[in-house]
């Protein structure tokens, strides 16, 4: 073996480590971006979970409204079935009286756009929007 032999090994040897250690100081600069990364998204995500928690307990007092007070003002002394329903909105009804308590609703509030009552299609689509929440839940 000549000496330019063992040069031209010691080279490649040099060559090969420095390869290995621009890779490794690449990947830990990655790895550190990476940390920061996910740190802040948990960090983020927390705050966004505890913004949204609070939004749910602040609408609760809204939504037992909905589900007492104005669903009871749409009952008809007529439409007993329907009636049930609307009373029983705030126990845990199954998917299938949801189903026809939100067909009823829909039927409710095209009549209601028909005789332009604003009021009353106020009053419905909320509790439609309630009834249509709770089926999403049951499903």
């Known amino acids: 073996m000549t000496i330019l032999n063992i040069l031209a090994i010691i ?3 040099i060559s090969i480590l420095s390869v290995i250690w621009m890779v490794a100081f690449k990947l830990a600069g990655m790895m550190q971006k990476i940390n920061a990364l996910e740190n802040n998204g948990c960090a983020r995500l927390q705050i966004i979970d505890a913004k949204v928690t609070r939004l749910s307990v602040q609408m609760e007092p809204f939504w037992s409204l909905v589900e ?5 003002s749409l009952k008809h002394p007529h439409t007993q079935e329907y009636d049930r329903l609307l009373s029983s909105i705030q126990n845990n009804l199954n998917i299938n009286d949801l189903n026809l308590l939100s067909d009823y609703l829909k039927d409710e509030l095209s009549e209601a756009q028909t ?5 009353r ?19």
């Open 11 to 13: 080279a490649s040897g």
């Open 68 to 72: 007492t007070s104005i669903a009871t």
């Open 121 to 139: 299609v106020l009053s419905i689509a909320l509790v439609l929007a309630r009834v249509e929440y709770k089926k999403k839940l049951t499903v």
């Open 115 to 119: 005789i332009k009552d604003s009021g």
